[in-house]
């Protein structure tokens, strides 16, 4: 089934992406708030909360789909382990 949107696999694509950077920011920012780095845990927050905003708005344009959703839990997934390796 076709969205408004796109196709469940580009939605799936640009949910994945998304999650990818949000979660690295989010891996870093608790990093940073663990070491006392006040203004990394700002910047990384406030880019972490735009990006979810933006996820979100796409999200409620979607139909429900498993493959947007796997695309949204693998980049979670590969977001957590690269913020692991970068920070």
Request: proline share 3%.
């Amino acid at each position: 089934m076709t969205s408004k949107i796109g196709s469940p696999l580009r939605t799936a694509a640009v949910l994945c992406a998304s999650q990818l950077v949000s979660y690295t920011l989010l891996t870093v920012n608790f990093r940073a708030i663990a070491s006392g780095q006040i203004a990394v845990a700002l910047m990384t927050d406030a880019a972490n909360a735009t990006i979810v905003y933006f996820v979100i708005k796409r999200i409620a344009q979607e139909p429900a789909s498993v493959v947007p959703w796997l695309g949204y839990l693998l980049g979670s997934l590969l977001g957590t382990a690269a913020g692991m390796l970068i920070s």
